[in-house]
């Protein structure tokens, strides 16, 4: 009894920290997701000018605003009326609790966006708490999955999959491969991970291009591959592309059905990537043997 109950209020204290480092760590993926696309945007606007020799004033209201933009300044503040957020307002989703969804200043309502994310990060930050108690693999995996979060955040509101993430996946989850921090992807498997992620990709972009002429991935998907490959190894690169194209074609079918032929917008494949990738990271045997089982039928 006694051992249940110390293992109980255990798991509570985890689920309690866990929770918390998540809802903060949120509120970094809403900052991330909003402002790393805005200065990617400027930085854009800035070389093609200076490509162009365009000596055209760059500072008009909205460009000064943007070549302001750092990840950490200006602080936070409402996007319609850039009010700075004060201490009391900033806090993850009890703020907007209080604030009832609106700006204090404007009243304009804040986008849903932002508790969702942070509610998202707490429960991803919970479950791998729960998986891997609290330790030093808690925090490297949860960086992991919150990478994962922020590039489909930014996929879906951009269509772009920042080179400041993806290649940070890349790098970082050789690295972690060198140790027991990870997912258990020895060296090896992470290099051919992330040569393999990419290059299947690179052929899949260049069949598709010069068969339709359109470009059916960006670099980006490329890169985000080659990371998740880096991170869990090349066994799973192959689950990965079959589960991330067949629920991007459902989602494709079952949305083209619903909203008919009218702006045919191309849809993003980094979410789907994203959750493969996930799937992969916490059920990857268990979806290697349900393959097995199919294939072998
Ligand atoms: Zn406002």
Known sequence: ???????????????????????????????????????????????TKTELKDTSDLDGSGNAYLKKLSLHLPRSHCQACKNPIKAWENIPIVSYIFLNGKCSKCSSSIPKQYPIVELTSSALAVFIGIRYSISFQFLIVLFFSLALLTLTIIDIKHLILPDELTMSLVWFGLLVSLTD??????????????????????????????????????????????GLGAWLGWQSLLPIITLASLSGAVFGTLSRGKWHKEAPNPIPFGPFLAAAGLLMAFWGSEVILFYIEILNR
């Open 1 to 47: 009894m006694t051992i249940i109950n110390s293992l109980l209020s255990m798991t509570l204290d985890v689920i309690l920290f866990a929770g918390l480092v998540g809802l903060i760590s949120g509120s970094f993926v809403n900052v991330l997701a909003y402002r790393l696309p805005l200065m990617i945007q400027y930085r854009w606007i800035n070389t």
């Open 181 to 226: 921090f990870g997912f258990g992807t020895s060296p090896s498997e992470s290099i051919l991970g992330a040569t393999l992620g990419y290059l299947s990709l690179w052929i899949f972009y260049w069949t598709f291009r010069i068969i339709t002429k359109k470009e059916g991935l960006g670099f980006g998907d490329l890169k985000f591959l080659a």
